[in-house]
């Protein structure tokens, strides 16, 4: 089966450019998170979809930030415009079903994203 | 005091050894625990859940304490594939609020 598939692997641009990451969750499952990971705060959870809809969108860094659930199957997260202090690894991962927290959840590979 | 708070380390050990992690965590209305791992540039793996009586997968034991809010991993026989990140994860559902917080992680290193 197909794993969580996340695009691009990698992503270097220059500060100011719009920056758009996508994620395809594994089939069936009913809940998406976006994560971002650095050095020095660990992994961050940004913002989770069940059923394609936004649930919590806390940890959302700023305006500058959005994600789209528009279907099952695909998310993106968008960055816009985009600052060297985004530079960081964002994963993307996926649950069975809306107990999420008692769920493990699947991770992509993530997209390593370098903001010059 | 951080929410979820790990030693990280790291903890260099030869192979063969015992090594054990803590992960400390401040809310008591916490529901859910979990190990992952985590190599170096890869994504996190689900190593195993922690039960309430603790339970054990192979060479690996997890173990939750309530009254002292922490949850361990315990490594017997370790082998240098066990080089890794290994993150602890709280989980907590209070009606609305669903909260799930992932530790900096402890990094191990197995040395031949």
């Known amino acids: 089966d197909a794993g969580v598939i996340q695009s691009p692997r990698h992503e270097v641009t220059e500060m100011g450019q719009e920056v758009t990451l996508r994620c395809k969750p594994i089939s069936g499952h009913n809940s998406l998170f976006w994560y971002r990971q650095t050095m020095m705060r660990g992994l961050e959870l940004l913002i989770y979809f069940n059923n394609n809809v936004p649930i919590d969108d806390s940890g959302m860094p700023e305006d500058r930030f959005s994600a789209k659930m528009p279907n099952a199957s695909f998310s993106t997260l968008k960055i816009q415009p985009s600052e060297p202090r985004d530079s960081a690894v964002y994963f993307c991962a996926s649950t069975r079903d809306r107990a999420w927290s008692n769920q493990p959840q699947h991770f992509g590979d993530g997209t390593r994203l370098s903001i010059l | ?112």
């Open chain 2, 1 to 112: 005091r951080k929410e979820v708070e790990q030693d990280p380390g790291p903890f260099n050990v030869p192979e063969g050894a015992t090594v054990a992690f803590n992960c400390t965590y401040s809310n008591s209305a916490s529901q859910s625990f979990f190990w992952y791992r985590q190599d170096c540039r890869k994504e996190p793996k689900l190593l195993m859940s922690v039960y309430s009586s603790g339970n054990e997968d192979g060479r690996f034991t997890a173990q939750l304490n309530r009254a002292s809010q922490y949850i361990s991993l315990l490594i017997r026989d370790s082998k240098l594939s066990d080089s890794a990140t290994y993150l602890c994860v709280v989980a907590s559902n209070a009606g609305n609020n669903r909260k799930l917080i992932w530790g900096l992680g402890t990094s191990l290193a197995v040395n031949p």
